[in-house]
């Protein structure tokens, strides 16, 4: 099977280190990754600062930090991934990150995985295209993902997606067809049976 992944909060645990690194940046402000509810994380600070002037400052300095290759992968994550590989499935990366992350990306993917893991790794903003346009481009079975939005317009395709829980989805009820929630990235598993 032909399986895509996106990278932040489903392989990489991407905001969660970046609120608990970064916490300390404003010292009255303690959001952690539970604290949520909104898939941006400027959109979830507008809960602490009223002038959006302020929300963009901290935002700035808070993710714009140095990405650095103490970024720790989602529980299981490499387990799943070395585990799929190893069974013959062809494995796929894309990611919304901006092109500025690249080398990092693909320096950060190495640390963890193979370098051969990955058939092919899509930048979105790179390829000009969103991660629709690219899904429906290729031809895959199944789409891991953390946000809705893509989940939903990527389910229109016909593609199977898997809809990691976070606190930014735990709370819709209700699932487009072709999308499954999971709890945990081992229930790939399963899913792809």
């Known amino acids: 099977m032909r399986i895509w992944f996106d990278i932040d909060d489903v392989l990489a645990s991407t905001n969660s280190y970046i609120l608990e690194k970064n916490n300390n940046v404003i010292n009255w402000v303690s959001f952690t990754y539970d604290d949520r509810t909104e898939y941006f994380l400027m959109d979830?600070?507008?809960?602490?600062?009223?002038?959006?002037?302020d929300t963009e400052r901290y935002y700035e300095e808070v993710c714009g930090w140095e990405w650095d290759m103490n970024l720790p992968t989602i529980n299981n994550a490499k387990k799943?991934?070395?585990?799929?590989?190893?069974?013959?499935?062809?494995l796929f990366l894309i990611t919304a990150r901006p092109v500025s992350y690249k080398n990092f990306t693909i320096k950060w993917i190495n640390n963890y995985f193979w370098s051969d893991t990955f058939k092919?790794?899509?930048?979105?903003?790179?390829?000009g295209v969103t991660k629709w346009?690219?899904?429906?481009?290729?031809?895959?079975?199944?789409?891991?993902?953390?946000?809705?939005?893509?989940?939903?317009s990527i389910s229109e395709i016909w593609i199977k997606?898997?809809?990691?829980?976070?606190?930014?989805?735990?709370?819709?009820?209700?699932?487009?067809?072709?999308?499954?929630?999971i709890y945990d990235l081992s229930e790939v598993f399963d899913k792809i049976k």
Do not use: M
């Not at 690219?134 to 789409?143: A, E, G, K, N, P």
């Not at 997606?161 to 999308?179: D, F, G, Q, W």
């Open 44 to 53: 979830n600070l507008s809960l602490w600062f009223t002038d959006y002037a």
């Open 80 to 90: 799943v991934i070395d585990y799929l590989k190893k069974e013959g499935h062809e």
């Open 120 to 127: 092919e790794l899509h930048f979105i903003e790179e390829e």
């Open 133 to 152: 346009k690219i899904c429906s481009d290729l031809w895959l079975d199944f789409f891991v993902e953390d946000w809705l939005h893509h989940a939903e």
């Open 161 to 181: 997606v898997l809809l990691l829980e976070a606190s930014h989805n735990k709370n819709i009820e209700k699932l487009p067809k072709n999308v499954d929630r």
